[in-house]
């Protein structure tokens, strides 16, 4: 009898440890929600690109970041959220559901370009924007606005396009209420001059050669060239392919906006937009404020199609339509000094001095001379500290402007989720990684880019390393950031596009084939 209950007891403690074992709770951070509608009975979220549905139960609990119950209504489309669940008779059932950030509440204050208007909804930073009742848009009263304080504009209709315009209001489904508007006239001043030309004058075209487009390829008045281009200190080996850089510049000019494309707004900005293709493996992109655009082959074998590379311009196109350079120099004081009032080259090497820190090394183990040529190799090794090294808020808003300029071109923006995906996969390789460490360390190391001299070869391998490592962490081969990105794209995809049908528009994968497959091979 005892042996029958013994056998009774350890049948019933097995089963419970099965049941413990398939309702053992799992998970999973920082992902985003893709649908939750009412009556809020299932939770589709994003896990790696696919999405994933979640059962919800009367005991799923859903609490904010400060672990506090909250309605489940500020659970919608394009938030951010932890997920714990179980596994029951083959069903994801959520058990907790922490809110992280909600892309679709809550005040929102930024400053865009005016870009499009369509009937009471304006673009602005590449975000939908609708003025609250009785919300006006005042001038924003600063001297070089090119506004009289004190003055109002009744509604968008009264403002100029490719304008300025601070905004503050609340967020809801991807449009932004604003109940307040000030617009700030976007006026060519004496700091974009003096940063436009130090470019300009830099530039040198002596090693290049012009060549006519190809048959089928329509390109700007400004001509496609071969060889080497040289900007201050740095020099650039164009592709030796003239039907592949035409293709490019031809995608870059469907990219730029409507306004930017007016011969009175470029010759007013001075800025004229032209794309280049460098011959270099490491997957990178930049652009310079005076509208020149560089793609190195090392991106063009990741990329996919048409509307990806759409993607990556129009992020480079962003940056300078939104003047992230220039405001960088404002603000670091930079145009009053006499290295800038001089030469481009100086104008480079002044704004080393602000990317030394990202070096990650002990200035103080180094004598001053060996430092000014690690900063020097720095800038070089990334050619683009003078447009592209800005802070996450103006690479975020580059994205987001650039996504908007490739959807207005009437590509599929998914293909930019696709893209950072692809890219996440990538950095995470530590093949690849390996491979664009020794591919960066070479062409650092045999002058492959214009050096005064080899200076390289008198660093110590460490120091080598942290200035390879810190280039690579600062361009599209970082992994942590391309998973930010990734995720940013998908939660704009989700918000501000959640109401458009992707069918009506393109991906070119045929085309982009049909010139780009001869580098991928």
Not at 290 to 306: A, P, Y
Request: some cysteine; charged content about 20%.
């Amino acid at each position: 009898m005892k042996s029958i209950k013994s056998i009774r007891l350890i049948i019933i403690l097995f089963y419970c440890f099965i049941s413990n074992f398939s309702f053992s709770q799992k998970t999973i951070n920082n992902i985003l929600i893709s649908n939750f509608e009412t009556p809020y009975e299932m939770l589709t979220v994003l896990i790696d690109g696919d999405e994933v549905d979640f059962n919800i139960t009367s005991g799923t609990q859903f609490e904010n970041n400060k672990s506090k119950r909250v309605n489940v209504e500020l659970f919608s489309k394009g938030c951010e959220v932890n997920l714990t669940y179980i596994i029951d008779k083959r069903r994801r059932i959520a058990t907790h559901v922490i809110l992280i950030s909600n892309i679709n509440a809550g005040k929102e204050t930024f400053t865009g370009v005016f870009e499009l208007l369509e009937d009471d909804l304006a673009y602005i930073d590449g975000r939908k924007v609708k003025l609250a009742q009785n919300t006006n848009i005042d001038c924003s009263g600063k001297g070089d606005c090119g506004c009289s304080n004190g003055m109002t504009y009744l509604d968008f209709n009264e403002v100029r396009i490719g304008d300025f315009i601070a905004i503050g209001g609340l967020s809801n489904k991807g449009t932004v209420l604003a109940n307040s508007a000030s617009v700030c006239k976007n006026k060519f001043t004496d700091t974009d001059r003096a940063l436009r030309e130090a470019v300009e004058n830099s530039y040198n075209s002596n090693g290049t050669h012009s060549v006519s487009a190809p048959a089928g390829i329509i390109v700007p008045p400004n001509s496609l060239y071969q060889g080497n281009i040289v900007i201050g200190d740095l020099e650039y080996k164009l592709l030796d392919d003239i039907r592949i850089q035409g293709y490019v510049n031809m995608v870059g000019n469907r990219i730029i906006p409507e306004y930017a494309r007016d011969e009175n707004w470029q010759s007013q900005n001075e800025i004229f937009f032209r794309f280049y293709v460098i011959d270099n493996p490491i997957p990178n992109a930049f652009a310079f404020p005076n509208g020149m655009v560089f793609i190195h082959t090392g991106l063009l074998q990741i990329i996919e199609n048409e509307a990806q590379l759409a993607c990556v311009i129009g992020h480079e196109i962003a940056h300078v339509t939104y003047e992230h350079a220039s405001s960088r120099y404002k603000n670091q004081g930079l145009l009053n000094s006499e290295m800038v009032k001089s030469t481009g080259n100086k104008l480079i090497s002044g704004f080393v001095r602000a990317v030394k820190d990202k070096a990650g090394i002990d200035q103080g183990s180094l004598s001053e001379g060996l430092l000014d040529g690690v900063a020097k190799g720095i800038s070089l090794s990334r050619p683009n500290d003078i447009s592209n090294l800005f802070e996450k808020s103006k690479e975020t808003q580059a994205d987001r402007v650039g996504l908007f300029y490739a959807y207005l071109a009437g590509y599929d923006i998914r293909e930019a989720a696709n893209f950072w995906k692809l890219m996440s996969e990538r950095t995470s390789d530590p093949s690849f990684q390996t491979k664009m460490r020794e591919d960066t360390k070479y062409i650092l190391s045999n002058n492959v880019i214009d050096l005064d001299q080899n200076f390289f070869a008198t660093l110590t391998e460490n120091i080598t390393s942290q200035i390879v490592d810190n280039f690579l962490e600062t361009i599209y081969m970082s992994h942590p950031l391309t998973e930010t990105r990734l995720k940013d794209i998908n939660q704009l995809i989700l918000t501000n596009y959640e109401s458009e049908d992707f069918t009506k528009f393109t991906s070119g994968q045929e085309e982009y084939n049909s010139f780009v497959s001869d580098l991928k091979y």
